[in-house]
């Protein structure tokens, strides 16, 4: 544990590379509102990292880049070892909102990435199987309105893991469902991903907890500019179990470690509070 820049530049191509990325937003009266200071890291392929710090600090903006949403004033990113892209075919994106289509029943949304990327093959069948995979194999037929928040956002887990892109980016996924089913959705998406673990994820979280749980590595950035202040491999037995990592000594030790760079950050940053970094 502790702080390791994790960078090797012997395997090129694989993975999610960012070197050097700065960025600068015109922010309020045109002023410059530097984001991200010189940011470098590298996920492996089949990685699970996770992103935190303090509100504000650019972990979504970092995300965004990597997506090829926002473009970015000086630095390197690569995915693959090719640029990002918006539309990039080997990513799949997952955010807070469920972006469901409410008149498609859980398997067409499903089914929806499936359609627009043409991929061939019983559809139907793989959807049912992801849906299955979520725990949501009784619903197939159900409607976003007919479901709850949780189930919604399984659907939207299902509909991203159908892709079966070698890419995942996630921003705060689970960001805006209540404490219980985040942890019973942390839960379902560690278990769909330590079953399809050749999938390279970038997850971005407020939340300690979720972050240690699911990751290989927590990469904490300070307040901003959000520059890299650790990257600690989180050394925790696979497969997890949600419930059982919670009473785990090595967890907390985690956690209080995790806890102890961001305090400081937090404390500088005044739109952050204690309870937002860990619910
Ligand atoms: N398009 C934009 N133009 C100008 N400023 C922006 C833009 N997008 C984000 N910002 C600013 O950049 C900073 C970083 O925003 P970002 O959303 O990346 O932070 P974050 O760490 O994800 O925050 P949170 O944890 O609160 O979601 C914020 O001050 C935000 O107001």
Redesign the pocket.
Known sequence: MGLQLMFDDSRPGSGIEVRGLSHV???AGGHP?K?LDDVSFRIDKGEFVSIV??????????LEIVAGLQDFQSGIVTIGGAKPRRGNRDMGLMFARDCLLPWRSALENVALGLEVRSVPGDRRAQCEQWLNEVQLGEFVNALPAQLSQGMRQRVALARTFALEVPYLIMDEPFGALDAQTKVALGGVLMQVWEKHADRTVMF?T?DLSEAIALSDRVIVLSR?P?RIIADIRIELDRPRQADSLQQSAEFHAIYSELWGLLRKEVSAAP?MTRTEVLT
């Open positions: 937003f015109e922010g509102l984001v710090g303090p509100s504000g600090c650019g972990k979504s903006t970092l971005v407020h901003r959000g739109a």
